[in-house]
């Protein structure tokens, strides 16, 4: 959009009243992009303030603009928020079904959102303000209190979201159904459950920014060529978590850690499950295949684990690459790509990664496995890598670091049809601890283990 060209609208002008709580301002705020858009769109500017409000609508061509010191607050009223309405399927993205997790894009309560952007293209929010979701509390909403999604977007295209803060968001921060070729930049969120949760979509882009999240920092699936590059993901769940096959995933230049600066809301909890969770099915049946997956250059820190692969029976993988990763401070499990089923994955590739685990100090943990089924496992049979149902492991110049003792051995694979090494493809451990031929070994260092 040509700003010159454009028309700017202020909400003042529609009658919006800044800093008084008893007034919703969702009449005037839609009143001022309704104009903006009917006259061919243009920009509608939040000034400095207070702005509560209940549901506002996005409309194509018009970009909300967040003057710095604007908020738009959420009402404490229920009532004040609309439901989604579209003519488009989405029930494939259900997940949690008979659970209280359970969630609908055609559920009432579930769909209720702040900004509500449906079938639209060519619009976004910017600017240095805020959007507050006031932390509302629907006893009718997931788990019997999630309240209203802060920006909630279906069908849409070409969305930009840029430059400002999402906090105290009652659900998601954002919620995308079948959303493309948009943007997500230099955004800084803090607060609520999931920080950006995309489900369905191509050619979306999430860079440069921060989050500190109660559940999950970046989630969803069914992604076609997904970029998430150089953001900050502090979560007292996961930092990535992809519930979805998806197709085209880059994940690089990210610091993921823990623990969580902000408290996951129903359990309270800080600790930091998997910096990269990617398991489609796991909030139930999500078939398809996984493929192109690339994971690069992340550092991670304090969290249960680096990467969690897990195939369900209705998917596939392709291939996985995961290149220069450095972790530190791994609490308790394996980095692993695996199925429990039979779903294969063709190809998993390492390349120059460095990662340091704290070890379980248990000389009976690895006897506890032998005659265990893997669905009663707490960890691993091993602390560093575990591979299951892979046809080809390609690793090279990969270190693995125990920091403390540990009696497991350093890496596992269970059905993979080739491990491919060259002349430098050796797993270096540093490491105290560990059982060597039955025999406890201390302070070894620099200890070679050719594949």
Known sequence: MNIFLSIVVGIMSFGAVPNNESVNNADAINRAIEQCSSRGGGVVTVPAGVFTTGTVYMKSGVTVRL???????????LDDYISLKTTDDLSMYESGRGTVNYNSATDPQWSKAMIMAV????AGIEGEGCIDGADVRNPLGEEHMRGPHTILMAGCRNMRFTGFSVKHSANYAFLGYKVDKSVFSNLYIEGGWDGIHIRGGRDLKIVRCEMHTGDDAIAGGYWQNMLINKCVLNSSCNGVRMIMPSVGL???DCDIYGPGKCEHITSHRTRSEAAINLEPGGWGKAPGRMDRIVIKRNRVREVLTPLCVTLSDD???????????VARGITRMAMSVKSWGNAPTEKVVMRRCDLEFD?????NLPAWFEGRSTSEWPVFPCW???FRNVGLVDINNVTLRLKGADYRVPYMCHNVGEIKKKETQILSFLFKGWVAGGTRTHDIQNHNLTL
């Open 67 to 77: 003057e710095r010191g604007a908020m738009l607050k959420g009402t404490t009223c």
């Open 359 to 363: 070890g379980i100090d248990d000389p």
């Open 384 to 386: 560093g890598m575990y």
């Open 250 to 252: 880059e994940i690089s």
């Open 315 to 325: 998917n596939t993988c392709g291939r996985i690459v995961i290149e220069d990763m």
């Open 119 to 122: 079938g639209i293209s060519n």
